[in-house]
């Protein structure tokens, strides 16, 4: 669909609470994700006090390979922490295209 591009993706996950999120949610979420990757970034939307959003590289082949990682990587998360929202949210990134799902369940094209 997309094609091939070079060099790693950006990726993007966010997630959304009924509750506002707590600092030591924060954390148990982020441990589980990628701590010991540099380009891991995790954070409290500053708009939203419900909105998780957790970013970070990856290598692939192709945006759609991107997506599949990305989505394998978070659908385990972060109910494994005890935080039960909802995955709102996921996106590959690179200087050639961008693509964002606002519906993560649904499938990831090929």
Known sequence: MWGEAAGPYHVHAAWRSSEPIRDGT????GSGLQPDDETFCFWVDEKDPHCVIASWDLRATSIEEA?????AAVEHL????????????????TDEGYWVSTDPEADIPA
Request: glycine share 8%.
């Open 26 to 29: 924060l954390e148990a979420i």
């Open 67 to 71: 997506a599949r990682l990305c989505k």
């Open 78 to 93: 972060p109910r494994s922490s005890g935080f039960e929202p909802d995955l709102i949210e996921i996106g590959v990134s």
